[in-house]
């Protein structure tokens, strides 16, 4: 064969535009220098406590950094965070504080619990904090879920000191969860299916990004692989004996390019062809398409979801071939219901610490991803506030968030988060009118939902 009719023609993929960011950018500068969140205006607890509860954080942010390292340099990805799982639950040992491993169905899922003052009744308030601790593989904790563990762990450590300084200042329950697989799955989902939610008035996480914000938004996300069955045939000698799979997987795949004009601004629909055939000489007989699904609501991922499957049917349809429809492989993720009262007294308590949480809406909601504590957030009030970590412009999921990760900033974010959970824990438990706004607000919103039943 002659090096002329080898000859092969490249173009580069051209530069990708900035300019949609950059408007972004300047709209939220502008809404940041008139926006602010309007707090709290509950008592919670006492000045008293703040304070100790403070002096407690700082005594144990040294720990707390060393594990945060520690956990980065040994990253383990979903369903697999042995070592990280075993590192928390030595630490809580370490202060004298029984943790169970391999709890409600998952082996490295993490359950301990303070009683306070009037445990023993069974009406007594019960709060949760939580913490993940799962790496993404490739990239390592590029999603900062070191610092989201120390922030849950240091929040509970100071509690339960001064549960033990004197339990009437803890009038409740708090149980600490370490929650697996939250990256591509669900863990607080098979969680809560073995019953690890009942009996709580109310969980609270936070999560290292490029903002302080109160409130981000968090998509919905469903996972869905369609895979289309028809038959072989010699393309040029037959073609007319065959039906081809892949005629039916790029007609979905059009198909969902014409249906985003007619959803929401903050829908999404991601999609690839996994299979669909070997030799261009044959027609393939199968093809297979993956996809995740994302909106904003339940109710409007509950149409999406509806829709994304008739376009499936439909292209079978066209191609004349058959299909295979498999929803959720792990269970779906719902949006979160963040709960307002509960993160007025976050806000206040960031805060004191010297940070001032936005409210939502000033980060626009199109940069938003998913999270299963969603999922929680929809069986008892919760909140998922984020703080601030690394530059705005760097993104999660990335290695250079991953460095920011283990940063002086990131050690920061760790003391100041935990004050702000262990506070808001602290503030709910002693103001009875602040607690009853918390679940009146929960129930006024729906209340909790069936959250294994939703898509069927």
Request: charge should be negative; include cysteine; aromatic fraction near 6%.
């Amino acid at each position: 064969m002659s090096s002329e009719s080898m000859a092969q023609s490249e173009a580069r993929c051209p530069e990708v535009s900035t300019s949609y960011l950059r408007q972004l950018d300047e709209e939220r500068e502008a809404a940041m220098r008139v926006s602010v969140h309007p707090g709290s205006a509950y008592e919670g607890a006492s000045e008293q406590l703040h304070a100790r509860l403070e002096e407690l954080i700082a005594r144990e942010a040294p720990e707390m950094a060393e594990l945060m390292l520690d956990l980065a340099a040994h990253p383990e990805v979903a369903f697999e965070e042995h070592r990280s799982a075993r590192a928390i639950a030595d630490s809580l040992a370490a202060h004298g504080i029984d943790a169970q491993v391999g709890v409600y169905g998952l082996d490295t899922a993490i359950r301990a619990e303070i009683r306070g003052a009037g445990a023993e009744h069974d009406d007594v308030p019960t709060l949760a904090i939580l913490s993940e601790y799962d790496a993404l593989p490739g990239v390592g904790h590029g999603c900062g879920h070191n610092v989201i563990a120390v922030m849950g762990l240091g929040a509970f450590l100071a509690l339960a000191a001064i549960a033990e300084e004197d339990p009437s200042a803890v009038p409740g329950r708090i149980v600490f969860l370490g929650t697996p697989a939250e990256e591509g799955h669900t863990g607080k989902e098979y969680m809560a299916r073995e019953g690890a939610f009942e009996g709580l008035d109310a969980a609270v996480m936070a999560h290292p990004y490029g903002y302080d914000l109160a409130d981000q938004t968090w998509l919905g996300r469903r996972t869905l692989t369609v895979e289309y069955h028809g038959h072989t045939a010699h393309a040029s000698a037959q073609p007319f004996m065959g039906r081809n799979a892949l005629d039916a997987a790029t007609l979905m795949y059009q198909g969902l390019g014409l249906l985003r004009q007619q959803t929401p601004p903050t829908d999404r629909i991601h999609a690839v062809i996994r299979e669909g055939g070997e030799r261009a000489s044959v027609i393939p007989d199968h093809a297979r398409l993956d996809l995740y699904v994302r909106s904003q609501r339940p109710e409007t991922l509950k149409v999406l979801s509806e829709r994304v499957e008739d376009v499936a049917r439909g292209a079978a349809l066209m191609a004349g071939v058959g299909l295979t429809v498999r929803w959720d492989e792990h269970p779906p993720s719902l949006p979160v219901r963040t709960n307002e009262t509960l993160t007025g007294r976050w806000v206040q308590a960031q805060r004191r610490r010297g940070r001032d949480p936005l409210p939502h809406g000033v980060v626009s909601p199109s940069l938003a991803a998913s999270t299963d504590f969603g999922n929680v957030s929809y069986r008892v009030p919760g909140i998922h506030p984020v703080i601030r970590i690394a530059p705005p412009e760097v993104a999660l999921h990335t290695r250079e968030f991953a460095a920011w990760a283990v940063s002086e900033q990131a050690r920061d974010a760790a003391a100041d988060g935990a004050y702000g959970l262990a506070a808001t824990v602290l503030d709910t438990l002693h103001d009875p009118a602040l607690a009853a706004s918390v679940a009146s607000e929960f129930e006024a919103a729906g209340g909790a939902i069936d959250v294994p039943a939703y898509f069927d």
